[in-house]
């Protein structure tokens, strides 16, 4: 079948192709209208030949003749996040409003990767970047700005004056929820952060030491850092089920590592536990569960998909050599059937002379086995 033209629709609407380029290259403007200077009449009849025809505008020639592409790229360190996921759906609605299309990617806190996507992006032709920068971007960020891509630094800092900046005051946010606390009451306020040299993660930390230092509780600063849960895996040399907000499914490569698991489990928390404190409170059953470790959520070991807290069964999740769904499926009716025995025990001395299998919680509810 013989490929529609730009001179096919203008023959066929009678008019010029230069009017045809007018209306096909317009933007649609905040009246509902095409942005052009052509008759909407006659523009609405261009339209119609074009859709007729099957005419579909050639976005790659029409790049090289203008120098323009309309895109612009986000790098954040995981899409995934619902933090960032939810600033990325709102930089799509806006972009296209104006009429930008935008390629997201994921760093995954890897400088290598980053710099790897920008040069990406950069043979995209990208006309803007919007980084979540990670420790180690500042050479790949540097070379954008460079070669004259505008850069905007979201959620995260780093030197550089060439650089636009959209930054939470991290600082005061350490700030205000530490003197939250310490206005309710409690006098022994610690914090728990990741092991990262993320300038959002110190500046929370910086505000929090400074908020208990007003308070007169300069000595009872308590710290505690500890590692994502990939990277305790990976050092453990163990496998994780994590439980991030709406996190995807994925059991593949991560943190470098093949066969590892990473799936969302905060999902099922709400229902197992709204109907667990129904049962206690309205029901008045607190019998059943005071002073027993109760498993939420698991109710069948035939069915994962029945329980609160599980792996996608569908598509969404990528199943591994080392970790099949088989194996997921097995391990599910070991720990239905009280096979599989779960300790909250993160010491070193844990023995596993009296279990046939054990899987050990670690303090970021992180399981490794």
Same mark, same amino acid.
């Given at each position: 079948? *013989?490929?529609? %033209?730009?001179?096919?629709? =203008? $023959?066929?609407? #009678?008019?010029?192709? %230069? ?5 096909? +290259? ?15 009449? %006659? ?8 859709? !007729? ?7 790659? =020639?029409?790049?090289? $003749?203008? #120098? ?24 799509? +609605? ?70 636009? !900046? ?39 930390? %910086? ?17 505690? *850092? ?53 049962? @206690? ?50 391990? @599910? ?10 300790? +909250? ?22 399981? *490794? #086995?």
């Amino acid at each position: 079948m *013989k490929k529609v %033209t730009i001179r096919d629709v =203008a $023959r066929e609407a #009678g008019v010029s192709v %230069t009017l045809v380029s007018f209306v096909m +290259n317009a933007k649609m403007g905040p009246d509902g209208r095409l942005d052009c200077p052509v008759n909407p009449d %006659t523009a609405q009849r261009v339209l119609q030949v074009a859709k !007729r025809l099957g005419y579909r505008r050639n976005n790659a =020639a029409a790049s090289l $003749r203008s #120098g323009r592409t309309h895109s612009i790229a986000v790098i954040v360190s995981d899409i995934a996040n619902p933090f960032f996921a939810e600033i990325c759906r709102n930089i799509e +609605n806006i972009a296209y409003k104006d009429g930008f299309t935008v390629i997201f990617a994921s760093s995954e806190e890897n400088p290598q990767k980053l710099a790897h996507l920008v040069e990406t992006m950069v043979g995209y032709s990208v006309e803007g970047l919007i980084v979540a920068p990670c420790i180690g971007a500042e050479a790949a960020l540097a070379r954008a700005v460079n070669i004259g891509i505008p850069t905007v630094l979201i959620d995260r800092n780093m030197p550089g004056e060439d650089f636009g !900046r959209v930054l939470v005051d991290n600082i005061d946010a350490g700030k205000v929820a530490a003197k939250y606390l310490i206005h309710q009451g409690f006098g022994k306020v610690e914090m728990i952060t990741y092991k990262s040299g993320v300038n959002s993660l110190t500046d929370r930390e %910086t505000g929090y030491a400074m908020a208990m230092e007003e308070a007169g509780l300069k000595d009872e600063v308590r710290i505690h *850092k500890i590692e994502y849960e990939a990277e305790a895996a990976k050092k453990a040399d163990g496998k994780i089920v994590g439980v991030d907000v709406d996190q995807a499914g994925v059991i593949a490569k991560y943190a470098g590592v093949d066969g590892m698991t990473v799936t969302s489990a905060m999902k099922g928390l709400y229902p197992a536990t709204y109907d667990t404190l129904t049962d @206690v409170i309205v029901n008045g059953n607190w019998d059943k569960y005071v002073g027993k470790i109760a498993t939420l959520g698991l109710v069948s070991g035939t069915d994962p998909e029945a329980n609160y807290v599980q792996i996608p069964m569908g598509d969404g999740t990528q199943w591994s050599d080392s970790f099949t769904q088989d194996d997921y499926k097995a391990m @599910v009716k070991d720990m239905f059937d009280g096979k599989i025995t779960v300790s +909250n025990n993160t010491s070193s001395d844990v023995s596993a002379a009296d279990f046939a299998t054990v899987i050990t919680v670690d303090d970021q509810g992180s399981i *490794k #086995g």
